[in-house]
């Protein structure tokens, strides 16, 4: 059954439903939950086979995980999450775009999906073409997304990666530099010039940063400087102070 | 009574309640809500001259606002709301802080509970010394407020004022600069000099922006420009934008 009540108006539950789905392949999966307390059956391991083959993220998650999103128990220990839009695959933006001004951002695990929302929003009046979400940890576009995002989420590829680091290496290797936010930096912001580089920008997630994996690769690691002893700036206006920075250089160079 | 249990937590419900309250004198209100419905009594009649005498804002409601409050319904058609934290006098800021550097916000109507929490928490970050809003017209501080604000609430004077334009007209004579973010400006937010001045930034509603007499007192207007036509950034995004762009500029005046 599809879901089209709550907040998360883009779920499908139940074996069948999700089974039918996936074979139609028309519908854009976020990933599917699997509860833990689940026998295994020969719908199960047909919904399993189906997912690997086209690249969908399965978990294994508390049965309450799964009654907390479809509360009337219909969902026989089966959930397909379903993203509103669409999203675009990282090599297919990287042809199209490599000789182009597109800078990217990369949200390193962000997990509050009103801050996901306002950095796509900040993302589109910024220029930014692209934003990169990992498929198994944070936010991926669900609806409080996309209407958090006030209709950005349209004019930008969303790309969805199983890997932030194979995807910042294909970056990399076609000219992309590498710029993390991370607040133990002692370079600025300001101190970088964004405006003769295509630059992907990490942003960490809201307690836990950016992973070390993702900061060894980085090129330019950034801090927004504070004129207090209080050094906690939500994520989605660390972003735009960034992001603008970026068009203040622009506009400046004009 | 008070109610602990939910995220408004800061409520008192029922007529006796909130004239205790409003008699002991010693919970900060934010404002009194009365249903239209209800048929004035000795009760109200006392709470609405109590409220008179403190100062504190009053409205008649639709019922249906109530419950949605204090859905079991035993409010008897009055709830107060509280703030969690105390508000300072704007006449106490001002002569604690006219000779110091000590810019403020000012936000015209902002209607999301979390934008007014992380605009206050990039005060803070940004070195801002008081943040002000008005009594009748968008968020007080509430218990969501304080959350999203991730403590900074507690490092800001937070002003409270029955006309913004008579708060302004005060800052103005002990020499603060108004700044006023107006996407219809032709001037950009990074043309003006933020360091030899105290300024106080207005920031208006989500929708409505802000108000024309707002405006006319206004020393500058200002814009952020934007890359895309897609014009409409988060009103937290943009006031870490320009508040960030003042510690830019101070922090390479040093």
């Given amino acids: 059954m599809i879901n ?18 996936l074979e139609a392949g028309e519908r854009e999966f976020n990933k599917i939950l699997i509860a833990n307390s689940s026998r295994s059956d020969e719908k199960i391991e047909r919904i399993k086979k189906l997912a690997q ?37 990282l090599e297919d933006f990287i042809l199209e775009n490599r000789e182009k001004y597109a800078p990217v951002v990369i949200l390193d695990g962000v997990e509050d999906s009103h801050n996901v929302g306002a950095i796509i929003r900040s993302c589109v009046c910024a220029g930014i073409k692209g934003i990169i979400l990992p ?10 997304v996309e209407k958090t ?6 004019h930008i590829s969303v790309i969805k990666t199983n890997s932030l680091v194979n995807a ?12 993390a936010s991370d607040h ?23 307690h836990a940063g950016i992973s070390k ?31 603008f920075e970026s068009v203040r250089q622009r506009e400046l160079k004009k």
Same sequence: chains 1, 2.
């Fill in 4 to 21: 089209q009540k709550n907040d998360e108006k883009t779920v499908i539950f139940g074996k069948n439903a999700v089974i039918e789905a």
């Fill in 53 to 89: 083959k086209q690249g969908i993220v399965f978990q294994f998650v508390a049965k309450e995980k799964l009654n907390s999103i479809e509360p009337e128990g219909r969902h026989q220990g089966i959930i397909a999450l379903i993203s509103p839009v669409k999203y675009t695959e």
């Fill in 149 to 154: 995002s006030a209709g950005a989420i349209n």
């Fill in 168 to 179: 910042i290496q294909k970056l990399k290797e076609q000219n992309w530099w590498v710029i």
């Fill in 135 to 144: 498929s198994r940890r944070g936010v991926l576009i669900n609806s409080t």
């Fill in 213 to 243: 994996s993702l900061l060894k690769l980085s090129d330019f690691r950034v801090k927004i400087p504070m004129l207090t002893k209080f050094n906690s700036l939500n994520v989605s206006n660390a972003a735009a102070v960034i992001l």
């Fill in 184 to 206: 133990h930096s002692d370079k600025n912001y300001y101190d970088i010039d964004y405006t003769d580089m295509n630059f992907a920008l990490i942003m960490g997630a809201e």
